[in-house]
């Protein structure tokens, strides 16, 4: 804290108020300290025990694996790699659809928030469900966004600047 900013204090009372504040946030400091140290070993354990659950779960994939051509059970052993492909076919599906949602959201956050900066911020509230409704954003072969605004089932702009110009001609976002 830096009381020097403030005029007519001398070096004693600054240095008062200095002692003062941090005793009182002494604890909160401490507390703070704690429990971000409290975070950090439960987020060792979770990654531990997902690490354990994870080794566990490959073992006994590798005995029923192992059991299988013991017997000699061709049809088991074909019947547990296709289970295994599909289990790692629906995380790999998984993830990736978890990259796709973020990415969309991040790129039509991005677009969403320079249209806003285009509104007075007495209507930025309302406007923000209307437009987010308008807004498309896909993805051409390059995974470059592709930016549409969509209004009435029509296409009325392919960027920002289109749809600036075709708001302007609309009585419902006239100023």
């Known amino acids: ?26 604890g909160l400091r401490n507390k703070n300290e704690q429990l971000l140290g409290e975070k950090k070993n439960v987020q060792a354990t979770v990654e531990e025990n997902k690490k ?4 566990a779960r490959q073992a006994a994939v590798k005995a029923e694996e192992e059991k299988l051509k013991a017997s000699n059970d061709m049809e ?4 547990h790699y296709e289970s295994q492909l599909a289990e790692q076919t629906a ?35 309302l406007a923000s469900d ?23 089932g029509k296409v009325v702009a392919n960027n920002i600047d289109e749809f600036k110009s ?8 006239a100023k």
């Open 52 to 55: 354990i659950a994870e080794d």
């Open 91 to 125: 995380e790999a599906n998984d993830l990736a659809k978890k990259a796709k949602d973020a990415l969309l959201s991040r790129d039509k956050g991005s677009v969403l928030n320079q249209v806003k900066s285009l509104i007075h911020d007495d209507f930025k509230d």
């Open 1 to 26: 804290m830096d009381l020097s900013k403030i005029e007519g204090l001398t070096e004693e009372q600054q240095a008062a108020i200095t002692t003062l504040h941090n005793t009182e946030t002494e």
């Open 130 to 152: 209307k437009l987010s409704n308008m807004l498309k954003v896909g993805y051409n072969e390059q995974q470059q966004p592709v930016t549409t605004f969509e209004h009435e």
């Open 166 to 173: 075709w708001a302007g001609e609309q009585p419902q976002f």
């Open 76 to 79: 088991g052993l074909k019947a």
